[in-house]
């Protein structure tokens, strides 16, 4: 009477008490405590006449099952009802004031069924007060075996009670909508009544005729549990992104089940026990056991699943709970299982169903409790292949309508909408005019969602306001019949076409401010075969002197160290209007941590706090823009764009500072921080809905391409969900060779969703290409490796196994690739300091020290000088990726140094504007060229580099590499490109290892694929050059190249560490003449352009040299 009175004060608490862990934990436990009497007084109300049949007993535990359930169920449709908020409540936080007072029903109505049975109990006359419970009479354990090992399991069970009970706030985290669950809750409820009857009155039939061993297979069955956390951690592991119907009919069946098994246990120990007062009396100790061994559930799986298993309860991060719940209930259930399988020889005996110790032969069937169980194990791991073959073959879903690059024709398929709208573009309106920024974007995106409004999978956009949706079913369909050549600038779109295919040449330009890129743009890219320009990340970022601060947003507004919003706008206007793309740098993987970069007496502390100590900082947590933060929490951010919580990140409440351990690749990639950067929930429906939002603002801007930084650290299902249903013309996620090579679905699902990173092309030109030895006081052993040089020639094709060195990974694939030599992080890795730094570390030397087998974070970079220049080239010649990255950086010394302009620990320096070094002419540089006070690199406008961008977008995948050549002693390579081009290079000499060829290599007598002529050395040239149709037959470097009637050189030669790359469409004004002399080009070809087109195309070309080259022009 007194633990059910206990009850009442216990509920009402509920709305008194401030939500928190260690208060949450005390209540439970009081409550487990005093409510153990709870269920065996309705027990022992209802059994007061058991019949021996248990017919009685069993449909009466059925009825109790019922109202458990529908109670349990309403409650839980109620406080989804009444509760419009996901908000937990804190001391700076707390409810609502109305969310309290729209839970009080419940809370009345649970202090009413608790008040009810106590006050009945004091007043009951008779057995109830008068008696002695004369039920202790449990002399003789072994006749009742059966109850002591289901009892113990039901023990053992309560450990994962609190795991158990996470499925609600799993489908939460899943995506299912406080009104749908609503529905879902009263559904169930009506589900587990009917269920559940129809169950008790089966086993009360069965009761009667004898089959009461259904009870002891229901027994041996392993927990419903179990089955709910499997499904949910299948469906978090391979369909992470969207709700899952199937998990929740699962989840259905397995709570039918719960009751199922709940009143059969209960049915199976009253005929065991055979007495009211024996149930009374254990039934109250195993209850009042499992309620304290359930009391501390929470706390006991919280500490399991984060000390061991690095999992958190606390997350509303669906693959997250799944793991915690998993790692708990799985040895749980085998624990169980084990209890059951000993439980199961003694329950057809201690049911009374046949004599104890009676002589009677085996039969068959006596096996069949252990045989079951065994089974039904079985069954349970068919059940997991089966559901982990169903969602692993089914392909991840993205509905990508992508740019159809490789296509020269319009297609002609089923016309379902042809309409020019050219009045200015709003979002999701059928309008196709110019935008308020004076883009087409805009009026591309409405074009799009107007061909998913009319079931098309193809349209054709022209930038003039003209929309045309087509309905194509297959990509022969699409190029069939097609006559009509695409007219630039429209574009073609489709279901039926992919990403790749579109042959892109870009360069990365770190740290350049927005109008210095405009400029470049204008001056040196536009006609020069490159399509895009890649930015440093353009959102708002801490402060700081490194260039690592660009990649710790603070906010998603457009103000940075490169420049204001404004001129944002403005350089991707200029970009676009000369034909070039703006790639973003973006993150969304995380946003900035709470900790102090600059200066770095202060490095490492935890910025914002109100005093100063080894670990704090006064200096405030701020962006560039003046944006205030601190630790998973941006709340001076812009609702819907940026305005993030704490619950918006994956954390553990109780330790906000860390998440996961250190490094993140020891957990789980995709939830953990990256190397302490507070990771944003990007499962979360809202964060993907503000991440969506904030790239939707770029492509009104103008910016059609995304390089998606951090990519490997996001499900590929989430980026999915964030880019859609944007037409983006270019995506290239960051992904790291570890996850793609890791077996499961990653990289299948990142190919779905578009490109990724090829960081195997520069791990191979520089261990195929370096000379292998150390230094030594001694002056060191160093070993000439121009032997290896002919390795280059499996770029992209290269072994995953036995190719001579460590660094055996095989590229991705090959359509799929941005192939690159360095990045902002690679090709300075070298130079990190270690975690423990010595007063008397100092940078490494340029030349990688190695043993010719194990490459390490070697990579080439500017400081490699012709090597780097010549690698460059190589791989824009050959034909390896989907699309190529040229690198353009600024000199550094140390690891973390920024741009020019910005001065160690200052916090808010302006990037200098651009003034670029000229090319180097040693392998690696001198110190004299890393002494230029220009610090602007610009590899981009090395002699030769943009000469073979042009290069690559004219040989395209069309002309395959043959006629591979090599020398060997010398390091020399010559190939070529179908029957368009030729290129041969030399491996050339190092200065620091005193190792290569020092001699200039004769071409003369080497066959090519070309006609007779005289050709430019494309790979010389001093600037850009324009496409063969603005060719002005003017060679701007180098001496020309001269192929005779047969198609072998007479006239050419390779300097050391140089190349020569001829092509077809690339002559000069003069030929090689019958008497072995120059002489003037009477004729020309059909492509010649009229003389007044050629001299002005001179003159343009002229002018786009640099003034120090203009006087080297050879004509």
């Known amino acids: 009477s007194a633990s059910l009175l206990l009850q009442a004060p216990l509920n009402l608490a509920i709305l008194l008490m401030k939500p928190h862990f260690a208060s949450a934990i005390v209540v439970i436990f009081l409550y487990g405590f005093v409510s153990a009497t709870g269920l065996l007084f309705v027990v022992f109300n209802f059994l007061l006449s058991v019949h021996p049949d248990m017919s009685r007993a ?36 707390p409810l609502p ?106 086993l009360s039939r069965a009761s009667v005729h004898g089959f009461s061993f259904i009870i002891g297979f229901v027994l041996l069955l392993f927990p419903p549990s179990v089955l709910r956390a499997i499904t949910s951690e299948e469906v978090s592991t391979w369909q992470n992104i969207g709700t899952s119907h199937a998990a ?94 000993l439980a199961a020889p003694h329950i057809h005996e201690d049911m009374g169903l046949v004599q104890r110790h009676s002589h009677r032969k085996y039969k068959v069937k006596d096996a069949i409790p252990i045989g079951f169980a065994m089974l039904t194990a079985l069954g349970l791991a068919m059940l997991i292949s089966v559901l982990d073959a169903e969602l692993t073959s089914t392909p991840m879903y993205y509905d990508a309508v992508y740019k159809c690059g490789s296509d020269k024709n319009y297609p002609t398929c089923k016309l379902l909408v042809d309409e020019t709208v050219d009045t200015p573009a709003v979002m999701n309106s059928w ?127 457009l103000e940075t160290r490169s420049g204001t919003r404004d001129e944002f706008v403005d350089m991707v ?95 789980n990639l995709h939830t953990c921080d990256l190397n302490g950067l507070p990771d944003l929930d990007t499962e979360s429906v809202k964060v993907q809905k503000m991440q969506n939002y904030f790239l939707t603002e770029l492509f009104e801007i103008g910016v059609t391409m995304l390089r998606l930084d951090a990519a490997s650290f996001i499900y590929p299902q989430s980026i999915g969900h964030i880019l859609q249903p944007i037409p983006w013309d270019y995506i290239v996620q960051e992904m790291y060779p570890d996850q793609l090579y890791s077996g499961d679905k990653t990289a299948e699902w990142a190919y779905t969703v578009g490109q990724v990173t090829d960081f195997s092309t520069g791990v191979w030109l520089t261990q195929t290409l370096l000379d292998k030895g150390f230094d030594s006081d001694s002056g060191g052993h160093w070993e000439d490796r121009s032997g290896a040089f002919k390795d280059w020639f499996r770029l992209g094709n290269w072994p995953s196994n036995d190719c001579g060195y460590k660094e055996c990974r095989p590229p991705v694939r090959a359509d799929k690739g941005l192939v690159f030599l360095d990045n902002h992080d690679v090709q300075r890795e070298r130079w990190k300091p270690p975690e423990k730094m010595t007063p008397d570390w100092k940078p490494p030397p340029t030349q990688c020290q190695w043993d010719g087998f194990q490459i390490g974070s070697c990579r080439l970079n500017y400081k490699n000088g012709l090597d780097y220049s010549l690698a460059t080239r190589f791989m824009l010649a050959w034909p390896a990726g989907d699309a190529a990255r040229i690198m353009s950086s600024y000199a550094w010394e140390y690891f973390e140094d920024g741009p020019p302009g910005i001065r160690p620990d200052s916090r808010q320096d302006v990037t200098s504007h651009v003034t670029c070094r000229g090319t180097p002419t040693t392998s690696p540089v001198t110190d004299a060229y890393e002494a230029d006070d220009n610090r602007f690199v610009c590899e981009h406008r090395w002699q030769g580099i943009l000469g073979m961008a042009r290069l690559r977008k004219q040989v395209g995948k069309d002309h395959p590499p043959n006629s591979q050549w090599q020398d060997d002693k010398i390091g020399v390579l010559s190939f070529n490109l179908g029957n368009v081009a030729f290129v041969a290079l030399s491996r050339g000499y190092n ?107 001179v003159a343009r070309r002229r002018d786009e040299l640099p003034a120090s080259a203009r006087s080297d022009v050879v004509v």
């Open 58 to 93: 069993a449909i009466r535990m059925g009825f109790l099952e019922v109202c458990r359930y529908v109670v349990m169920w309403l409650s839980s449709s109620y406080v989804f009802v009444v509760s419009p908020t996901s908000q937990a409540g804190s001391s700076e936080q």
């Open 97 to 202: 004031t109305s969310e309290l007072v729209s839970l009080s029903p419940m809370v009345i109505v649970s202090v009413v069924f608790a008040l009810i049975p106590g006050l009945l109990l004091l007043a009951a006359p008779g057995a109830y007060r008068d008696d002695r419970f004369p039920g202790w009479d449990f002399s003789n354990p072994g006749n009742n075996l059966s109850y002591i090992f289901l009892s113990l399991s039901d023990i053992v069970g309560a450990i994962g009670s609190f795991p158990a009970t996470c499925y609600i706030m799993w489908w939460i985290a899943e995506g299912w909508s406080t009104a749908s669950l609503v529905w879902i809750g009263m559904l169930i409820a009506v589900l587990m009544a009917a269920g559940t009857v129809l169950w008790s009155a089966m």
């Open 248 to 341: 929740l009919v699962v989840s259905m069946i397995s709570l039918l089940y719960e009751g199922i098994r709940s009143s059969a246990s209960w049915t199976a120990k009253i005929k065991i026990l055979n007495s009211n007062w024996r149930l009374l009396s254990f039934g109250t100790l195993v209850i009042t056991v499992m309620n304290l061994v359930s009391a501390g559930s929470p706390w006991l799986s919280q500490r399991i699943a984060e000390k061991w298993y690095s999992a958190s309860f606390i997350s509303r991060n669906q693959k997250e709970l799944a793991d915690a719940v998993v790692v708990i209930l799985v040895p749980v259930w085998l624990a169980q299982s084990a209890l059951q399988i």
């Open 431 to 557: 309008t196709y005019g110019l935008n308020s920024y004076g883009q087409s974007t805009t009026a591309k995106f409405n074009c799009r969602m107007r061909m998913l409004s009319e079931g098309g999978d193809t349209f054709v956009f022209w930038p003039s306001g003209r929309c045309m949706v087509q309905k194509c079913g297959s990509s022969e369909a699409r190029q069939s019949n097609s006559k009509e050549p695409i007219v630039y600038p429209s574009e073609v779109w489709s279901r039926t076409c992919t990403m790749s295919g579109q042959n892109l040449v870009g360069v990365q330009l770190l740290e350049w401010r927005w109008e210095d890129v405009a400029s470049e743009c204008e001056m040196h890219l536009r006609s020069s075969g490159v399509d895009f320009v890649q930015v440093t990340p353009v959102t708002e970022h801490i402060l700081g002197d490194s260039w690592a601060i660009r990649y710790q947003p603070v906010s998603y507004r």
């Open 573 to 667: 206007a200029r970009c676009r209007a000369v034909g070039i793309h703006v790639m973003v740098d973006v993150i969304l993987n995380h946003m900035a941590s709470p900790y102090v970069l600059t200066p770095k007496s202060e490095r490492g502390k935890y910025c914002g706090q109100q005093e100063e100590s080894h670990n704090s900082s006064t200096l405030p947590c701020i962006g560039w823009n003046g944006t205030v933060f601190a630790n998973r929490q941006f709340l001076h951010g812009r609702e819907r764009v940026d305005l993030f919580q704490r619950k918006d990140f994956h954390h553990y409440p109780g330790s906000d500072k860390v998440n996961c351990g250190i490094p993140p690749w020891n957990n």
């Open 991 to 1097: 200065i620091h290892t005193k190792q290569g060829n020092t001699d200039t290599f004769d071409l003369e007598n080497k066959t090519t694929p070309l006609p007779k002529g005289t050709y430019c050395n494309l790979a010389s040239e001093l600037g850009p050059v324009p496409a063969p149709e603005f060719w002005s037959y003017l060679c701007t470097g180098g001496d020309p190249v001269v192929v005779g009637d047969d198609g072998e050189i007479k006239k050419g030669s390779i300097l050391p560490n140089g190349m020569v790359a001829i092509h077809k469409d690339y002559t000069t004004a003069s030929t090689w003449g019958e008497d072995g002399e120059d002489e003037d080009l009477v004729t020309l070809s059909d492509a010649t352009a009229p003389a007044s087109a050629a001299d002005a195309a």
